[in-house]
């Protein structure tokens, strides 16, 4: 197993042997599907109010309280077969989901960032864009708090680089794309309120450009915008292929489109330099 590029590189180069960086690659894998059993209970937990650090994990069908045997993230979904043993409730695809998303991000983390800070950078990105977009897409919800996290951490993103560089521009960059990201999408709202008489955007999507933007500049903002017009584009002709009428009052989620084209865009950006 050889990388030419991020982390691979690197660690190659250092003397790391092709089949140790294998088992460093086992080893995200386990920690990304970890984080992505935790990212699962915060998809069910916050719609609901709860605390997503308390609380012992249960099942949702008969609340029994759940042991570790049940709580291996992938291994254990898959060997019950998506059901609770006890009362047969459905575990749904959900948490497996999340499992496999965190463990993904975990991998690419590793294998295209160049040093420890660009590969948290990356992971932290990853896991808080998966967990959006779930949401978004589960229940129409962008929280606030959990898009005012991203927003942070692409600032401090943004000045780590500046930082790292000894040149303010990677801040200034970011600093002009998380504004303009917000403010393309609520003037879009609301030029379209005013128009139509009502809403045709949810409150949460400029938020969430914003807080994108921060992490992948100018130009990886229209790279954003463009591929998240094409994703929501193979939706609606995806339903529409399915049978489901689209009118005017169906509803896309926007929220979940940016997300999952905002991270292979700053995926790029970060192997292509």
Known sequence: MQFDYGAGQALREAGMTPDLFGVLVVMAAAAGACVGSFLGAALVRLPQGRSIVTGASSCDGCGRKLGPAELVPVVSWLVLRGRCRTCSAAIGPWQLVCELGGAGVAVGALLTAPDPVSASAVAVLGWLLLLLALLDLRHFWLPRALTAVLAVTGLA???????????????????????????????????????????GLGGGDPPLLGAIGLWVGPVGLIHVLLGASLLGLAAAVAMRVCGRKITAETALPLGTCLAATAWPVFLIGMVTG
């Open 157 to 199: 993103f943004a000045l780590w680089q500046a930082w790292s560089l000894g040149d303010a521009l990677p801040l200034w960059l970011a600093l002009g794309a998380g504004l303009a990201g917000y403010a393309l999408l609520a003037g879009l709202a609301m030029l379209y309120r005013t128009l139509r008489g009502r809403d």
